[in-house]
């Protein structure tokens, strides 16, 4: 870290905000604690007038325990950003205990790995080399079938532009699911009434009623994951997640034959969020299969919709993008300025100075990512060969910088071409696409290599209280819910480093009791206090920042 973000010598141990309420509502509402794995599903609405998703979708994060499931309210809870991580591990929630139980809502304050100091891969990121299996099933009610068993068997072909393919080529042989099979149509055992109710759909009871009558097909130690098609409606959407320890899609009778929309679904089974312009709908970037699923209209009889690649950003979080591939000014020296090949997302390079992502930092905290697309094979359906940049929020979702800001991010203000430059708001950051190349662009990149994070002191007006909270994003959030507190210094108290450089570690351990936070210094320090204070446990499983400490 650059000498200029030293700073006098701190013992940093205070408490923090509490999630959802103040400690006087704690006193008078004793929060509850559950257990049990951690699944989520995500839904996309499809309108059958337009023939296209909805703005609008849903993510439904639920605790799956021996007796039942509960589905979380996640409006307070503040650790998005390793929310996902904790996918399909079993997982101790704290939770308000106004929680309602004839809905199984709870309101969740706080969300941790049973096992202590848990760093195991999440279930996003395990078990990518396993065959799918296609169930069937059909409401006791309707007697149609959509598809034959080898119709939606043929769309998992290990050709283009068909999904065993799809998967294969795009993340570089990361995902490979060779092997899926079909089997069905089983008729389920009750009625569709019985399990949808309007836009209120029993997914948990569908996927364990049709597992079931797929019997010994259904093996979860040999199928990583299970596409569960119905010939009925399913309140609109097309769904997909973790769910029961396999990853699922629930696919309604519109979307058998929507190879990108399977896709799509399958995607978000893998850990993958939406991706769009920074505008009201999450799908309108034609940049990611994630996103606007319907850029490619190409079609293979019956199926329709050829899907686009993931973008750089979800490749990376796959594990599909061998570090060597990724250029950070976390690593690499650019403050004067330092010209790459950016490869086209498309296939891995194969020369020197050549990356796939561009992952770039800026003093201010923000987070971008850069990639370039071509017009080739799963892309010969997107906008343009062009340099295509994101921002990345909360280490979850990708929004296309689109300067115009006309609703539109894959116009030519989205697409970055030879003789344009972007430069970030906090202005640390410029990208200056040079040229043209045969397998992409050459790009000169302008950024700092030390990122320091700026730490922001708040005060809590009412309690006399502090916070310490990372980051310019972070401090509005609190600012914008929490109204007791107040910024009043004017800048940040100091600057701290993502990054293991030597530095001392600063670690964050949660009251139990309360749901409070507490920052302190160092291994030592941070074993003494779990040592000496029952309350207190560590769940993060890495230091939160990095400081340099100086002394007097």
């Given at each position: 870290?650059?000498?200029?973000?030293?700073f006098?010598?701190f013992?940093?141990?205070?408490?923090?905000?509490?999630?959802?309420?103040?400690?006087?509502?704690?006193?008078?509402?004793?929060?509850?604690t559950?257990?049990?794995?951690?699944?989520?599903?995500?839904?996309?609405?499809f309108?059958s007038?337009?023939?296209?998703?909805?703005?609008d979708?849903?993510?439904?994060?639920?605790?799956?325990?021996?007796?039942?499931?509960?589905?979380?309210?996640?409006?307070?809870?503040?650790?998005?950003?390793y929310?996902?991580?904790?996918?399909?591990?079993n997982?101790e929630?704290?939770?308000?205990?106004?929680?309602?139980?004839?809905k199984n809502?709870?309101?969740?304050?706080?969300?941790?790995?049973?096992?202590k100091n848990?760093?195991s891969?999440?279930a996003?990121?395990?078990?990518?080399?396993?065959?799918?299996?296609n169930i069937l099933?059909k409401?006791?009610?309707?007697?149609s079938?959509?598809?034959?068993?080898?119709?939606?068997?043929n769309?998992?072909r290990?050709?283009?532009?068909?999904?065993e393919?799809?998967?294969?080529?795009?993340?570089?042989?990361?995902?490979?699911?060779s092997?899926?099979?079909t089997?069905?149509?089983?008729?389920?055992?009750?009625?569709?009434?019985?399990?949808?109710?309007g836009?209120?759909v029993?997914?948990?009871?569908?996927a364990t009623?049709?597992?079931?009558l797929a019997?010994?097909?259904?093996?979860?130690?040999?199928?990583t994951?299970?596409?569960?098609?119905?010939?009925?409606?399913?309140?609109?959407?097309?769904?997909?997640g973790y769910?029961?320890?396999?990853?699922?899609?629930?696919?309604p009778?519109?979307?058998?034959?929507?190879?990108?929309?399977v896709?799509?679904e399958?995607?978000?089974?893998?850990?993958?969020?939406h991706s769009?312009?920074?505008?009201?709908?999450?799908y309108?970037?034609?940049?990611d299969?994630?996103s606007?699923?319907?850029?490619?209209?190409?079609?293979?009889?019956?199926?329709?919709?050829?899907p686009?690649?993931?973008?750089?950003?979800?490749?990376?979080?796959?594990?599909?993008i061998?570090?060597?591939?990724?250029w950070s000014?976390?690593?690499?020296?650019?403050?004067?300025?330092?010209t790459?090949?950016?490869?086209?997302?498309?296939?891995?390079p194969?020369?020197?100075?050549?990356f796939?992502?561009?992952?770039l930092?800026?003093?201010?905290?923000?987070?971008?990512?850069?990639e370039?697309r071509?017009?080739?094979?799963?892309?010969e359906g997107?906008?343009?060969?062009?340099?295509?940049?994101?921002?990345?929020?909360?280490?979850?979702r990708?929004?296309?910088?689109?300067?115009?800001?006309?609703?539109?991010?894959?116009?030519?203000?989205a697409?970055w071409?030879?003789?344009?430059t972007?430069k970030?708001?906090?202005?640390?950051?410029?990208?200056e696409?040079i040229?043209?190349?045969?397998?992409?662009?050459?790009?000169k990149?302008?950024?700092?290599?030390?990122?320091?994070?700026?730490?922001?002191?708040?005060?809590?007006k009412?309690?006399?209280?502090?916070?310490?909270?990372?980051?310019?994003v972070?401090?509005?959030?609190?600012l914008?819910?929490?109204?007791d507190?107040?910024?009043t210094d004017?800048?940040?108290a100091?600057y701290?480093?993502l990054?293991?450089d030597?530095?001392?570690?600063?670690?964050?351990l949660?009251?139990?009791?309360?749901?409070?936070?507490?920052y302190?210094?160092?291994?030592?320090?941070?074993?003494?206090?779990?040592a000496?204070?029952?309350?207190?446990?560590?769940?993060?499983?890495?230091?939160?920042?990095?400081?340099?400490i100086?002394?007097?």
């Amino acid at each position: 870290m650059h000498s200029k973000f030293k700073f006098k010598s701190f013992f940093l141990l205070l408490f923090v905000f509490q999630f959802t309420f103040s400690l006087n509502a704690i006193a008078q509402n004793e929060p509850k604690t559950l257990q049990g794995e951690l699944n989520v599903i995500y839904s996309d609405k499809f309108d059958s007038n337009t023939g296209k998703f909805e703005k609008d979708s849903k993510d439904d994060y639920i605790l799956n325990t021996d007796k039942k499931y509960f589905h979380l309210n996640l409006n307070d809870f503040k650790n998005l950003e390793y929310l996902d991580n904790l996918i399909g591990k079993n997982v101790e929630i704290v939770a308000s205990n106004d929680y309602k139980n004839e809905k199984n809502l709870i309101n969740v304050l706080q969300i941790k790995p049973l096992a202590k100091n848990d760093n195991s891969q999440n279930a996003f990121a395990s078990d990518t080399n396993k065959p799918w299996l296609n169930i069937l099933c059909k409401f006791s009610d309707i007697s149609s079938e959509p598809v034959d068993t080898t119709t939606a068997q043929n769309m998992f072909r290990n050709t283009f532009p068909f999904i065993e393919h799809y998967w294969k080529q795009t993340t570089f042989g990361r995902i490979d699911i060779s092997g899926t099979q079909t089997v069905g149509w089983f008729t389920l055992s009750h009625p569709r009434s019985y399990y949808v109710n309007g836009s209120d759909v029993n997914l948990s009871e569908l996927a364990t009623d049709c597992r079931t009558l797929a019997g010994s097909s259904f093996d979860p130690n040999k199928y990583t994951g299970t596409n569960l098609y119905f010939n009925g409606d399913l309140g609109g959407p097309a769904r997909g997640g973790y769910f029961g320890g396999v990853r699922t899609t629930w696919l309604p009778p519109w979307s058998h034959t929507y190879i990108s929309v399977v896709a799509h679904e399958m995607g978000h089974t893998y850990g993958l969020l939406h991706s769009s312009g920074m505008y009201v709908s999450e799908y309108d970037s034609p940049w990611d299969v994630m996103s606007n699923t319907y850029t490619n209209a190409g079609s293979v009889s019956p199926y329709k919709y050829i899907p686009q690649h993931t973008i750089a950003f979800h490749k990376y979080k796959l594990g599909a993008i061998k570090s060597k591939y990724i250029w950070s000014n976390l690593a690499y020296n650019s403050s004067s300025g330092v010209t790459v090949n950016l490869n086209r997302l498309e296939t891995e390079p194969s020369g020197q100075n050549s990356f796939l992502m561009l992952d770039l930092y800026s003093v201010g905290g923000e987070h971008y990512t850069v990639e370039a697309r071509d017009l080739i094979d799963y892309d010969e359906g997107i906008p343009a060969s062009a340099v295509i940049i994101h921002k990345i929020e909360d280490n979850r979702r990708a929004y296309v910088i689109d300067p115009d800001g006309n609703l539109n991010p894959g116009d030519a203000s989205a697409q970055w071409t030879p003789g344009e430059t972007y430069k970030n708001n906090d202005g640390d950051i410029k990208i200056e696409i040079i040229e043209k190349t045969a397998t992409g662009f050459n790009v000169k990149i302008t950024a700092p290599r030390t990122i320091p994070v700026p730490i922001y002191r708040l005060y809590n007006k009412r309690t006399g209280a502090q916070l310490y909270t990372r980051g310019e994003v972070d401090k509005n959030k609190i600012l914008n819910k929490f109204r007791d507190f107040e910024f009043t210094d004017g800048a940040p108290a100091f600057y701290a480093s993502l990054t293991d450089d030597g530095n001392t570690p600063i670690y964050r351990l949660y009251n139990k009791r309360t749901g409070a936070q507490l920052y302190t210094r160092g291994e030592a320090d941070k074993n003494k206090i779990l040592a000496k204070f029952s309350d207190f446990e560590f769940t993060d499983g890495a230091p939160v920042f990095y400081a340099k400490i100086t002394k007097f």
